[in-house]
C-alpha cells in the first residue's frame, strides 16, 4: 500500500485528491496539510473531500506529515511547493506537485532540489490536457510559418496566477515546435497603438471569472482558414486522478525532474 500525504488538503484541488486516493486500490492516505492559522486544521480531511469523517485530520505540521509518507501531492503555490520539495528531499520522499505559476529561476531551483529524489512537476495532470501538448508539437511544425499563434484561456475568478501554467506550456511546446524562443516570443500585453503583431510572437489572453473549471485554445490563424485545438475540463477529478496515478508512478522513478508525459508514457 503506497502511503500518500496532501498539501493543501483545505483547498479546491486538496479536497478532490483525497477523493480520488480514496477511490484508488493500492494507495492510502497518510497525512493531510495545509497552512498554519487555516480554519480547517484540526479538521477530519475527509470532511473538504465530501466523505465524512476518515480519520485524518489536517495538521499544520508539515516534517510529521512528511516523514508519515512514501510520496506527498502537494497542490498550493510555487514558494511552499519549493519548500515541500527540499522536506521532501531531506527525508528521501518522492513528490508530486501540481501547483503553477513558477518563475523560470524556482524552476532551476526544483530541478537543483529534485537531484536526490523522484519529482514529478506538471501543470495539468488531466490525460485530455497532456494528449494536446502532443498533438499540439505536431499540428504547429506541420502548418509551420504560414500560422499566426494565439492562447487564449478561462479560469474561475479565485486564481492567483496568470495565464495559466497549462497555457504556458502550450506556448512553450508551440514555440520550441516551430525553434521559437518561448521567453522570447510570449506577447502577454496588447494596450493602445502597440502596432503590428510580429510574425513570430504568441499571443497570450487570459479570462478571469464565476466558476470556470478550466479552458484552453491555441489558435493557429491563417490568411483564409484557422484552426482551433481547444480542451475544457468540467470538472477537477480529472486532475485529481492524475495527481494519484503520477503518485503511484513516482514512487518507483529515478531521480530528477519528470511530468505527465512520461507518467503517461506519452515521450
Ligand atoms: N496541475 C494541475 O493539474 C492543476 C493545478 N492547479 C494548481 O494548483 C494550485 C492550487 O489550486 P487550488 O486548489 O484551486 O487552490 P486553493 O487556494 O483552493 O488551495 C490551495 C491550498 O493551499 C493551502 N496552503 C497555502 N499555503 C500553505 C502552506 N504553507 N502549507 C500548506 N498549505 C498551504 C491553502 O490554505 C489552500 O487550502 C494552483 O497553483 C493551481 O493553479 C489546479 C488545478 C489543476
Ligand atoms: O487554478 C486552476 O484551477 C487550474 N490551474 C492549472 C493551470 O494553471 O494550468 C490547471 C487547470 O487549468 C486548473
Redesign the pocket.
Known amino acids: 500500500m503506497i502511503k500518500i500525504a496532501v498539501?493543501?488538503?483545505?483547498?479546491?484541488?486538496?479536497g478532490r485528491i483525497i477523493a480520488a486516493i480514496k477511490e484508488t486500490d493500492g494507495v492510502e492516505l497518510s497525512g493531510a496539510?495545509?497552512?498554519?492559522g487555516?480554519p480547517?486544521v484540526g479538521q477530519d480531511a475527509g470532511f473538504n473531500a465530501g466523505l465524512g469523517a476518515i480519520g485524518v485530520p489536517i495538521s499544520?505540521d508539515?516534517n510529521e506529515v512528511v516523514k508519515g509518507c512514501d510520496v506527498l501531492i502537494d497542490?498550493?503555490?510555487?514558494k511552499?511547493s519549493l519548500?515541500?520539495l527540499e522536506v521532501c528531499a531531506i527525508n528521501k520522499k518522492s513528490i508530486v506537485i501540481?501547483?503553477?505559476?513558477f518563475t523560470p529561476e524556482e524552476r532551476v531551483l526544483a530541478a537543483e532540489l529534485a537531484k536526490e529524489i523522484p519529482v514529478v512537476i506538471?501543470?495539468?495532470?488531466?490525460v485530455g490536457?497532456n494528449v494536446c501538448f502532443k498533438v499540439l508539437a505536431d499540428v504547429a511544425k506541420i502548418l509551420g510559418e504560414d500560422f499566426d499563434v494565439e492562447i487564449v484561456e478561462a479560469h474561475h475568478k479565485?486564481?492567483?496566477?496568470s495565464p495559466?501554467?497549462?497555457a504556458v506550456r502550450m506556448g512553450e511546446v508551440v514555440a520550441n515546435a516551430l525553434g521559437r524562443d518561448y521567453n522570447k516570443v510570449a506577447n502577454y500585453h496588447r494596450e493602445g497603438i502597440c502596432g503590428e503583431r510580429t510574425h513570430e510572437e504568441i499571443g497570450m489572453q487570459t479570462i478571469r471569472g464565476g466558476d470556470i473549471v478550466?479552458e484552453h485554445t491555441v489558435y493557429f490563424i491563417g490568411m483564409g482558414e484557422r484552426v482551433e485545438i481547444t480542451h475544457r475540463a468540467h470538472t477537477?477529478d480529472m486532475?485529481s486522478r492524475?495527481?494519484v496515478r503520477a503518485a503511484k508512478w513516482v514512487v518507483n522513478a529515478k531521480p530528477g525532474v519528470w511530468d505527465m508525459q512520461d507518467v503517461l508514457g506519452l515521450r
Open positions: 498539501c493543501g488538503a483545505a483547498g479546491r484541488m486538496g496539510l495545509d497552512r498554519p487555516h480547517m499544520d508539515l497542490f498550493t503555490t510555487p511552499v519548500k515541500n501540481g501547483s503553477t505559476g506538471a501543470p495539468n495532470m488531466s490536457v479565485m486564481k492567483k496566477d495559466s501554467g497549462t478550466g477537477r486532475f492524475g495527481s
